[in-house]
């Protein structure tokens, strides 16, 4: 909540993803979320569990896209909320 991005909301599909582990990268990158538009890591650091079992089905996801680009990383997306969505192309 502190970060200064404003929330937005997304809907799509989580998907698991391999984090590459290495001295500048985010091994909490551990999911993406896959939307019509764009596909977002998701940062899930000690909450993989939860979001294991939500791979799959449409999910509509409220959250921060934050950009680290410019430290070299990539955009990642930090969920607040996600419910069910009943279609991708609502």
Known sequence: MARPEPEDEFVGTL??????IGPSNRPALSFVLRTVDDELPVYAAGVAD?????VGPPLRIR?????FTNQGG?????IATIVAA?????
């Open 50 to 54: 939860m979001l294991g079992p939500l």
């Open 86 to 90: 009943g279609s991708i192309r609502e």
């Open 15 to 20: 998907e698991a993803a391999r984090p590459v």
């Open 74 to 78: 990539t955009r990642e997306l930090w």
């Open 63 to 67: 959250g921060k896209t934050v950009d």
